[in-house]
């Protein structure tokens, strides 16, 4: 989901937990897995958010990977490198490399028409497979407060008559496609059900059999439903925030549980679209898919898909828009990024090209402030593109 939206709702590797009270001291001689161990302590230590996990990979291995705080509040559970958390929209970059290995595979064309493909849309034929892919489509972007559902409610939960009502909501577009940037949870809900045409195969299965499996993640490291509770983290929300105080506004109530340690707790859900915000997963297996990105080969790509995945796309009129097929372009090119946020958490993944280092951050607070954290974490990392401390 878009978070901007959301956040109304509510070598060697380095690789550490901690449970709150531990604090790594921060100094000028320290070693850069030093200071993200600092840095995650310390983001705890302040009540940013119950629970964070940071990974950092570069072509090669891993160079930190390290947790702080606690995956359940009241049964004072901590928080590990492994625990599952909900990646929401960072899910939209896995579904786009998805979508980049049916056009790969010759089976699908980066230009086709969507209603070629979904001729039950309400839109008409200049909306291309690319468009979807650059946010440059000119679909409207509903707030998707409400499209969610319980996990007692997911095996009878009908996906495609659930983007069909939603289409129906919102049956024209706001511009005409490609002439400027401008996001939408259904552009990528849409490329999930191109996967399934194309593919012949619901959405979750080919991305567990086609992404996460090349990337040796098993089911019980990455999924679309949450593979294990006991080692599945909790949602929160702090009970003094705005998203708190908006709450009975925006979210049914049958989604909130109570507080625990000042912190709200966020029922489980699931997204009504898999392909716009369903991946559960940890910072851990998230930076697989990092690693493979800035590996000498992809498992998921060969090399000239792989680098027009990572290409900024231009509107009609040619003028550069801040988006790649499938990645945000951030600070002028400096990064490529996706973030995800919604129910009790909130994440981000980036990409550093020219330094060959990726880097992920989740943590189980709905406002905690993802962009800081990177900004200030990775910067000790980007000049290291090995495995090492």
Request: aromatic share 8%; glycine share 12%.
């Amino acid at each position: 989901m878009r978070p901007s939206v959301l956040s109304l709702f509510l070598g060697a590797a380095a690789c550490t937990s901690a449970t709150p009270g531990g604090h790594a001291a921060m100094n000028a001689g320290a070693s850069p897995a030093e200071r993200a161990r600092a840095r995650l302590d310390a983001a705890v230590a302040r009540g940013d958010a119950p629970g964070v996990q940071y990974v950092v990979v570069g072509p090669s291995g891993v160079l930190f990977d390290g947790a702080a705080g606690w995956a359940d509040l009241a049964g004072r559970r901590p928080l590990e490198p492994g625990t599952t958390m909900m990646a929401y929209s960072m899910t939209k970059t896995f579904t786009a490399a998805a979508v980049l290995q049916l056009v790969e595979q010759g089976r699908l064309g980066l230009d086709a028409p969507v209603r070629s493909l979904l001729p039950e849309i309400p839109y008409d034929g200049r909306l291309t497979v690319r468009h979807l892919l650059s946010q440059t489509s000119g679909i409207p972007n509903p707030i998707p407060l409400r499209w969610v559902h319980l996990p007692e409610a997911h095996a009878a939960h009908d996906e495609r008559a659930m983007l069909a009502r939603r289409l129906a909501e919102s049956p024209a577009l706001r511009f005409a496609p490609g002439e400027r940037y401008a996001y939408s949870n259904l552009s990528s809900w849409l490329l999930g059900r191109i996967v399934e045409e194309v593919s012949g195969q619901r959405y979750p299965d080919y991305v567990r059999a086609n992404l996460l499996a090349r990337l040796g993640l098993t089911p019980e490291e990455a999924a679309f439903t949450i593979p294990d509770r006991a080692r599945h983290a909790k949602g929160y929300l702090p009970r003094w925030s705005f998203m708190n105080l908006a709450r009975p506004f925006l979210v049914d109530g049958e989604f909130i549980g109570e507080y625990e340690d000042g912190w709200l707790h966020v029922k489980d859900n699931y997204l009504d679209g898999a392909a716009f915000g369903g991946l559960v997963a940890s910072a851990r297996a998230v930076g697989r898919f990092l690693q493979d990105q800035l590996a000498e080969e992809s498992a998921l790509l060969g090399p000239e898909w792989r680098r027009r995945f990572l290409e900024q796309q231009r509107a009609n009129d040619g003028k550069p828009v801040e988006m790649t097929l499938g990645w945000h372009v951030g600070r002028g090119g400096a990064f490529l990024f996706k973030e995800g946020g919604g129910a009790g958490f909130h994440a981000e993944l980036r990409l550093y090209p020219a330094a060959r280092v990726g880097t992920v951050v989740i943590a189980n607070s709905g406002t905690f402030d993802v962009k800081r954290f990177l900004d200030e974490a990775d910067r000790p990392f980007l000049g290291e593109g090995r495995a090492g401390p």
